[in-house]
């Protein structure tokens, strides 16, 4: 049976994307361009919270949807025309 994540792990998760969330929100370029972007991780955190006792996630599922949250904070931060990774790669 695959274990899933345990209570210190998730709110740290949970933590992370809150985080990601408040500061890229703070230094968005566009907060309307950025809300788009981000409403879904808004959506999804309760959700995946709210369900976690009856739809359990496994470890990499969680934290696959935490770096996909941060990557969805980080285009909406700068948009995806404008990033600055984006430019240097």
């Known amino acids: ?3 899933g994540v345990g209570r210190v792990e998730g709110v740290l998760l949970a933590v992370v994307v809150l985080t990601a969330l408040v500061v890229t ?3 968005a370029k566009s907060p309307g361009t950025w809300l788009l972007e981000v409403v879904w991780v808004m959506i999804g955190l309760p959700l995946v919270v ?3 006792g009856r739809f359990p996630l496994t470890r990499l599922l969680c934290w696959l949807l ?4 941060i990557v969805l904070c980080y ?3 700068y948009t995806y025309t404008e990033t600055p990774v984006g ?3």
Do not use: K, P, S, T
């Open 1 to 3: 049976m695959v274990r």
């Open 25 to 27: 929100g703070i230094q």
């Open 50 to 52: 709210a369900l976690r």
């Open 66 to 69: 935490v770096f996909h949250a």
């Open 75 to 77: 285009g909406g931060q």
């Open 87 to 89: 430019e240097w790669v």
